[in-house]
């Protein structure tokens, strides 16, 4: 049948197509019939044969017409009516010229009604069957009674009643036909709009996939392909050298790295579970980083039916993170030799002021020597030396020597006195060479420590911290207040922890000398909670405003004019460092501020 079909015709959906091949096969049915018909009544002595015959001949000729039209014509709605109407007419044709009632109930009746409400509708189909029905059960009697010339229209009622049922039972087959039809058409139509909304979101799905340059892939569950995206299968191409067409495996029997990592992904979305990992994949001379996200898809019953893969290209976030840590390790070395150079400098500040201490002394009892009466003492007991055979005479006679007892006893009085002046200005010249000692072993212990975890004493390095800035806190008179809880030693990086008080009690230090107060007060504390240990560092200066307060400890923030913004950042990373953080509450400006360390306490084994 589809060779009498031109090939647009053939590839009509299959609802239009199957209308077709329907007319096709009965224009051709009936073509046959009507030949073989024809070739029976040849030889048969049937009462007006020759008028069928002509009949049959003239049916056959029209359902040949009927096959060339179907290829002529763009519509199946022309060569569809005439059928029906060929074979209506002859139908009702043989029917009339046929004398044998048994022709009018012919099974043949019956092909009018199914094929026009087929290939028509039901309205077209029901015009169809009602002329037939009219011939059948009306014109047949009527006609060969010779409208009751020939003998009483009504007098074979046998007839009048097998015409009649024929006639129900035709309406009767239009009306299944037509509530099937019906019924078929609502599922075609039905079927129709599902497909077409399944085409739709089908191509609102391509369009989301394709708009993104991510990967995106379905596999279904034995890892063949189901859809994807261009930029992953350029990927795949680019990856393997080969495509990857619908329904080919994407993983082989033992995938080589990084394609298993891929696998193992599959696998677990294939058990219900989400996974994703970062896979690199060598490609044209350099690493591509892509970040995979594996998702199962689930059935309606919430079976696992397959597995979507999406991914994004990380390459260059990767790249950046790189360059990014690498600053981070240069920006941390950098404040790391920025921290000693801040404590080399307040042990050079403080060095320096006591080695002017130490020059005052210096000059004090310089001078106090050089107006010494040493000289006068070594005169007189020359002047004895010389009358030292007659000095009884001398002392007593001589006028000089009646006045050099008086003069022995002054000067010894005023060498009692200088000696105990030289006496205090070396020990306080002393004790600045101590103070000087100390500071620079100090420095020298903590900095053979830099980047080594030991056993600290806290309380200890808090006054080594405090020794640092102590003649700056007395010349600018700010009463330091101790409050130490008892909290035993911890594993910390002593450089670190210095380095962190340092500069917090570098900016209790400005924060007072800015502040108009009198009293200037700083309290330093040390408590500790189960594995935390705290230290705190408050004052009673300048104080912070809260909307300063989240941009404190920023690179480069800063509320001094000739701040750098280095101290409380770089001090924020070392006490990240060591596990803790660094944090400050203040009430308001002029009120003072408090700055917290929370250390996590690692004791020593």
Same mark, same amino acid.
Not at 577 to 587: D, F, M, N, R, V
């Given at each position: 049948m589809d060779a009498f079909l031109t090939p647009e015709q053939r590839g009509l959906p299959p609802e239009e197509l199957g209308q077709y091949r329907v007319l096709v096969g009965t224009a051709l049915s009936m073509l046959m019939l009507n030949c073989l018909f024809w070739f029976n009544l040849r030889f048969s002595s049937m009462q007006g044969g020759r008028e069928v015959a002509f009949v049959a001949i003239l049916a056959a000729s029209s359902y040949a017409l009927v096959l060339a039209l179907v290829r002529w014509t763009r519509s199946i709605r022309i060569p569809a009516v005439m059928v029906c109407l060929f074979l209506t007419s002859a139908f009702l044709t043989v029917t009339l010229l046929s004398d044998d009632l048994r022709v009018s109930s012919h099974a043949t009746g019956m092909l009018v009604p199914l094929l026009a409400v087929y290939l028509l509708g039901g309205r077209l189909g029901f015009l169809f069957t009602v002329i037939v029905c009219l011939g059948v059960g009306v014109f047949h009697q009527l006609y060969h009674s010779g409208f009751g010339a020939k003998w009483p229209v009504f007098a074979n009622t046998d007839a009048w009643s097998s015409n009649g049922s024929t006639a129900v039972a035709l309406l009767m087959g239009w009306g299944l036909f037509w509530m099937h039809s019906s019924s078929r058409d609502q599922a075609h139509s039905a079927l129709r709009r599902a497909m077409e909304t399944l085409r739709e979101s089908e191509g609102k799905l391509s369009s989301l996939i394709e708009s993104t340059d991510d990967y995106v892939m379905s596999l279904d569950t034995q890892g063949r392909r189901v859809a994807a995206n261009q930029p992953v299968l350029r990927l795949i191409s680019k990856l393997t050298g080969a495509e990857l067409p619908p329904g080919a495996p994407l993983f082989s029997a033992n995938p080589p790295a990084p394609w298993s990592e891929l696998l193992v992904l599959f696998e677990q979305a294939l058990a219900g579970q989400r996974g994703r990992t970062e896979v690199e994949f060598p490609l044209e001379g350099r690493m591509l980083t892509v970040e995979t996200l594996a998702s199962p898809v689930l059935s309606k019953e919430g079976k696992v039916v397959g597995v979507t893969f999406f991914g994004r290209d990380i390459s260059a976030r990767k790249q950046a993170e790189a360059r990014l840590t690498e600053l981070h390790r240069s920006l941390l070395d950098v404040s790391r030799h920025a921290g000693m150079a801040e404590v080399a400098t307040g042990v050079l500040h403080n060095v320096g002021n006591t080695l002017n201490s130490v020059n005052v002394s210096v000059g004090v009892v310089s001078e106090r020597l050089r107006g010494s009466r040493v000289l006068g003492l070594a005169r007189a007991t020359g002047l004895l030396k010389a009358h030292l055979p007659s000095l009884g005479a001398f002392l007593t006679e001589d006028e000089r020597g009646r006045q050099l007892p008086p003069y022995l006893i002054a000067v010894s009085e005023q060498l009692v006195q200088e000696r105990e002046a030289l006496l205090t200005e070396v020990g306080a010249l002393s004790e600045n060479v101590e103070h000087i000692k100390s500071v620079v072993s100090m420095q020298q212990e903590h900095a053979r420590f830099i980047g080594v975890v030991e056993q600290v004493r806290v309380a200890q390095l808090l006054d080594d911290a405090l020794k640092l800035h102590a003649l700056t806190f007395e010349k600018q008179g700010i009463q330091v207040r101790r409050e130490y809880a008892e909290v035993p030693p911890v594993q910390v990086d002593r450089h670190k922890l210095l380095q962190i008080l340092f500069n917090l009690l570098s900016n209790a230090r400005q924060a007072l000398q800015e502040s108009e107060r009198a009293d200037k007060q700083l309290a330093v504390r040390i408590g500790g909670a189960g594995e935390r240990l705290r230290i705190e560092v408050t004052d009673?200066? #300048?104080?912070?405003?809260?909307?300063?307060?989240?941009?404190?400890?920023?690179?480069?923030?800063?509320?001094?004019?000739?701040?750098?913004?280095?101290?409380?950042?770089?001090?924020?990373? !070392?006490?990240?460092?060591?596990?803790?953080?660094?944090?400050?509450?203040?009430?308001?400006?002029?009120?003072? !501020?408090?700055?917290? #360390?929370?250390?996590?306490?690692?004791?020593?084994?």
């Open positions: 009673n200066g #300048v104080g912070i405003a809260p909307e300063t307060l989240p941009r404190l400890f920023t690179q480069g923030f800063t509320t001094k004019k000739t701040g750098h913004g280095f101290g409380l950042h770089t001090s924020a990373l !070392a006490a990240a460092e060591l596990g803790g953080a660094l944090t400050c509450t203040s009430p308001g400006p002029g009120q003072g !501020a408090t700055f917290t #360390v929370d250390l996590p306490v690692l004791r020593p084994h």
